[in-house]
Each structure stands twice: as structure tokens, then as C-alpha cells.
């Protein structure tokens, strides 16, 4: 049987039709890391820090704007535009998940941020996260994951079917002509995913997982349906602290459509990590 759902391909189309409703950030800086610049921006105070991870494609830290005002109530926080975002610098390599983690651990590092800190990733950000907190587990003190990605996703992202394959195709030649550097970080998708599935186990940490409940509509199958549904209830298992959070009327961007369900969830996590 064929039904209308949402599979977790084409990225980059979902971000595209999600950045639509971004609120910029205000208070951005510029950093120098190692002679190429990153922007970022930090608010509030108290700790843990909470970091906010963008998602692929051409979503950036602005993709936060409804969450990160609200969230410096509960904490301090820090969202950043990795390179080939906003006014960071472009940088010729691949941007696997392990470089992408190792440069946000040193610029938090840098700017004085002490750890351990709420990790909240969207989408691709979201591998990142969960990366991080494998690598790193001593560092990460709780973590919200929004729609995020799974590192098994990869079968589906490949064969998406016969009208997807053409349009994330064209999609995905202009932009990596636009943005080599951020469209990498989609390239290695699977290079990621190995990196997060050879690290070490997922630390028993508060986490959230929210899954969006309403979905763009594509004809998928029964299994397809089923094993989106699997990977984010798999997210949530990852620890004896997860839970899963369905936002009912939210698409990918949950933190466009549903704020306060992210906002809720950050909340509850900090109160968790404060009460240990």
C-alpha cells in the first residue's frame, strides 16, 4: 500500500522550505579561528551553557530565532554558524561530522565557555550533537534533538524514489555550486554516520527528542513509514533518561512552528542536569 508521509529526503528541499520563517539572531560576533572567521552569539547567564547546532543545507543559527531569546531565561546561551554560513568562512575540506565537532568544542573552548553543556540540534545539527556526546561524554550534560537525523537514515536519502531523485538532484547541484562548504557537510553524510556509530556509547544523560507530527506529503511506502517512525524512537532510547516528544503541528522546523515545544523541552532538560 502507498501513503502520503514525509521520509527525511531531500535535506536540503526540507530546509529550504522550512528557512522561510527564520528571525535573525541579534548580537552576532566574529571570531578568528586559526585565520578564518566564525560568527556566533551568546546571551543570558547561569549554567549549563546550552548550545544550539543548525541543521544542513542553508539553515544557520537564524533558524534558532523564535527559541534562543526564550531559552536565556532558563540559562546562557550560544548558537554559532558553522563554516559556509552567514559571515563565517568558506573552508576548502569536507566538513565530516568529527571536524565539525572538534571545531565547536575548540571555539566553545576558546571563548572561555566552561562544559558540560545542553547540546539542542536540528535536523543534520543533530548528528552532530549525538556525535559530540560520544566523543565526548564528560562535556555534554543533557541533550534536545529536533526532527533530528539518524545515522542509519542514509538507505533512504539514496533512494528517495524517481520524483525526488530528480529534484534533490537539481537541488543539490545549485547548491553546492552556491555553498561548497555547508553542502559538503551533506556529501559525507555517511562518513558522519560511520564516525557516530564507531564511537563510543551514547552517555545516560537527560535528552529530549522531539519528532515533527505533521509531515510533508510524499508518496512512500509502508516500510519507509515505519522506519522514520523507528529511527526517532531509536533516538530516544539512546538514553536511560530519553523521551520522545511528538510536536503535533509542526513539520521539520519544529522550532518555527512549535517554539514552545522546544522552549519546554530545553527547560526540562536544564532542570534535570541541575537536579543531579
Known sequence: ??????????LILLLLLGCSTMIPIANKEITDFDGR??????????????VFISGGGPADMDSWGKVYPEAQSTSKVFAYNRFGDGHSDQVAEAQTGAKVVATLRELLQRLGFTPPYILVGHSLGGLYANLFARLHPREVAGIVLVDSSHPDQGEMMRNPGMIWSVINGAIQKLYATINPTKFSEIAVFD???SQVN?????????????????RFTLLASDKMIQTVDDHQ???AAMSPQGQQIIAERSGHFVQNDQPEVVIRAIREVVEQTRLR
Open 37 to 50: 572567521k566564525l560568527e556566533h552569539a551568546s546571551a543570558g547567564e547561569g549554567q549549563p551553557l546550552i
Open 191 to 193: 562518513e558522519t554516520a
Open 198 to 214: 564507531n564511537a563510543g556509547p551514547f552517555p545516560d544523560v537527560p535528552l529530549a527528542v522531539i519528532t515533527a507530527g505533521k
Open 233 to 235: 524512537r531509536d533516538l
Open 1 to 10: 500500500m502507498i501513503r502520503l508521509y514525509l521520509v527525511p529526503v531531500p
